[in-house]
């Protein structure tokens, strides 16, 4: 061996399984209630749009805002982004849920139940089907109401969590201080980006499920936590995180200083939202955005600022969101730190003193680090400041001593993450309570998870989560021509002036059936996977040629750097012979599952294969 040979680099490789083929579906795997995003795009690129709602619907009771508001976990993790830009995969979860979700059946919400429960045959209603037969098998459709559930806060989590309860049988009874349940999808989240009819046309559906909401209840004030604790056998709480943090400066309690949340849930409400004329948002996430974008259209102001200590990449906003703020007016200060609020004589706010920041080394986060630039102080002059750096729950509620629960560093009760369970059986923790603020996606799988441990309390009874696979042969598969070189469909939005002029404009519009059969047929589909009869291959390497994406390359064993396992492996199938054997390697990052291999391939050693994967509850 010369020494070329003997310095070269071996390479490191894995050979598939079930979690590597689970992990290639990044968008469903990323979800965090594994909503089979890949299954419903694809099912819109086939026209195909009932399978792809149930599809939709089926782990997520909110599904229809999650297709309007929706963060988009799936989105950031999918590998159509490594190309150009990720699916839009949102809205066409928004295109299917405006066709067969709770409000195209606004009349009748028990339609919406009964086209998820009919369906046996997608995976769509496989969970909620699931739900139902445990509930029937252990007989508690029929002991309904025997044992209470009092879910406190109708945010997403507690929406989710009584979904799921009803479903088991169960009769749950949330309480809510506001005069209408949802949470800061009601009092946070503007009009404009998502319509009440759609959350009225959703929370409709759990009341037909057997859900008791009562409104105007604050639990603490009207009814007392040691009575809940009296009258129930389980109780959830998912009581968010509602109060606006403060900025810890000088000057703070000025007039016209806000809170974000506080703010924006007096435009929800319709009650003054006590603005001035120059506006400043301190903040970078979708509260500051929605801040920003609210004053604009109940203030008096044509221009707000957005002042972020960090950079535009930092901003954990979607793009969408930047670019719709940027064309209303909004406009964005970038790496700057407030120092203090300077008032007049009379207490009002006339400016924020702000610092210049530079970027340092990364932090915990992995984003770079903002550090003040000595001498770089200045005045903005302005008269409203509206804080929007994130909130605190309040659990004024509960007493330690008396309830027996614990408040962890973060003011939070205390809870196992894989049950959400406290210290005192039969308490849980949900949502934003449960952890601090996240999605709304978040709320709503703790909310699940929530409902799963409230059930194996009640009953003693284990809810198994298996995760059922299938492999389905696709000898004949073929996809849309130059797939991979379509660019993302624009989302086609209202006109800037229009809807800056009337807060009720909903911004976004939707694809119509073309733009959405457009923009899904842009998946990668990465489902399916190119599988390697080694016994058929003749070696000619005319895989690797015909690849649009080199992703495949024929190499030697020897070049591998193969850990005993996958050395076993190869003496397996090839004995002896084992280190002058060839592979084929694949980076899976650069598959567009394009099928041309498999066509190409003389000898029919590369087939494909769909994998599909769902959990199942038993
Ligand atoms: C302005 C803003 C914009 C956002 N935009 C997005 C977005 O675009 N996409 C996204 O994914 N996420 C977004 N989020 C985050 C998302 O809204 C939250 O993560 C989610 O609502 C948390 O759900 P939850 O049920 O835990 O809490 P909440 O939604 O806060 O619900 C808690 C409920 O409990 C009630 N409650 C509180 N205390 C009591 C009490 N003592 N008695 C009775 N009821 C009580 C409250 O009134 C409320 O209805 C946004 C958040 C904000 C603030």
Known sequence: MNNKQKNKIKLNVEIPDIAYWKRQISCQHACPVHTDARGYVRAIADGNYDTGYRIARGPNPLASICGRICQAPCEDSCRRAAIDSPVSIRALKRFVTERFGAEANKKNPAAVIESVRMISSSNASKDEVAILRKAQSDGLLIAAGDKRIAIIGGGPAGLACAHDLALFGFKPVIFEMEHRPAGMLYTGIPAFRLPRDIIEAE???LVDLGV?????????EHILFDQIKN???AIVIAVGAKNSKGLGIPGEDAIGVHGGVEFLRRCSLGHDPGLGEHIVVVGGGFTALDCSRSSLRFGASDVVTVLYRRTRDEMPVTQQEIDEAHEEGVDFQYLV??????KDTEGHVVGIKL???RLGPPDASGRRRPEPIPGSEFVQPCDTVIRAIGQDSDMAFINPARDGLAFNDWGLVDCDE???STKVPGIYMAGDAAYGTQLVIDAVASGKLAAQSVYQYLTGKQVLITTRQSHIDLSDHTREIGFEKIPRTALPVADSKIRVADHSVTVEL????????????RCFDCGINTIFDGTKCILCSGCVDVCPTNCLKLVSLTDLNLTDEQINKAKECLGDQHDHGSAIIKDEEACIRCALCSKWCPTGTITME?????????
Do not use: H
């Open 203 to 205: 929370i409709n559906v």
């Open 212 to 220: 008791e909401i009562q409104c105007n209840t604050t639990v603490g």
């Open 231 to 233: 009258e129930f056998d």
């Open 337 to 342: 730190a407030p120092l203090s609020i300077e």
């Open 355 to 357: 610092q210049q920041n």
């Open 418 to 420: 894989e049950t959400l």
């Open 510 to 521: 939707g694809y119509d059936e073309v733009l959405a059969k457009k923009e899904a047929s």
């Open 610 to 618: 769909r994998m599909e994967f769902s959990e199942e509850w038993s």
